[in-house]
């Protein structure tokens, strides 16, 4: 059977993914790969760290948010075991020049200075819940500052267009319509280097899996049971 193995956004801790998990239900088998909280790593380190917790047998990457260049990576380096790629509101290369000219700064941004409502207002939008700002805030809570800087250094630099169009499993996109963290540029270049990817826009924000879990798992289910069929089909 296929696992759906889900690589979590920058916080890393996975939390953020039960809303998905109780909309998919017992539908899908489901693994999440944490990351470590209190290890400053950059791509390479936590590519490793996924890749030696994958479970065995045949696999969909499901990347959220700063997960997209890792579960890109996975899947052309894994292609004999990957079933299926799902980018979810994600890039393959820094989503904002500005982020790679002020590289240098970052490892003294002041994160923890940042105000809870304006965290909230980047990544929910309209669509925040208490629940959803409770959930968020205490994935958030759980990883060290230093860790945060050093993933928001990593996207500074990514660039995993390469590894991309080395992809030969189907790709699903979900695009957020209100996302204002990642930006449609991200969403049009993955289509220019995967041609057969499929483009799903869903009304939300960035957080896209927390707010409309329910439309987001639907869309996941349809892929993964054309990916079934086709599997099915070429093993006749």
Request: overall charge positive; charged content about 20%; proline content about 8%.
């Amino acid at each position: 059977m296929t696992t759906l193995v889900l690589l979590p956004g920058m916080d890393g801790t996975g939390l953020l993914f039960q809303p998905l998990i109780d909309a998919l239900r017992s539908d899908v088998r489901v693994m999440v790969i944490h990351y470590p909280t209190d290890e400053p790593l950059d791509y390479q380190a936590i590519r490793f760290h996924v890749e030696a917790a994958l479970p065995e047998g045949p696999l969909v990457l499901l990347g959220e948010s700063f997960s997209g260049p890792i579960a890109t990576a996975i899947a052309a380096g894994f292609a004999d075991r990957v079933r299926g790629l799902v980018l979810c509101c994600t890039f393959v290369r820094n989503p904002r020049p500005l982020l790679g000219r002020l590289k240098a700064l970052l490892p003294l941004f002041p994160i923890r200075s940042i105000p809870g409502a304006l965290i909230a207002a980047l990544l929910l939008g309209r669509f925040a819940t208490p629940a959803s700002r409770s959930l968020l805030e205490r994935a958030l809570s759980r990883v060290s500052p230093s860790v945060l800087r050093a993933r928001l250094r990593a996207v500074s630099s990514v660039d995993e267009s390469a590894s991309l169009s080395a992809v030969k499993a189907p790709v699903l996109y979900l695009r957020a319509t209100e996302d204002c963290l990642v930006p449609e540029a991200s969403a049009r270049l993955i289509e220019q280097r995967c041609s057969s990817v499929s483009v799903v826009p869903i009304s939300g924000p960035h957080c896209l899996l927390q707010a409309r879990p329910v439309e987001a798992a639907a869309v996941i289910k349809e892929f993964l049971q054309e990916i079934g069929q086709t599997t099915e089909s070429s093993t006749r």
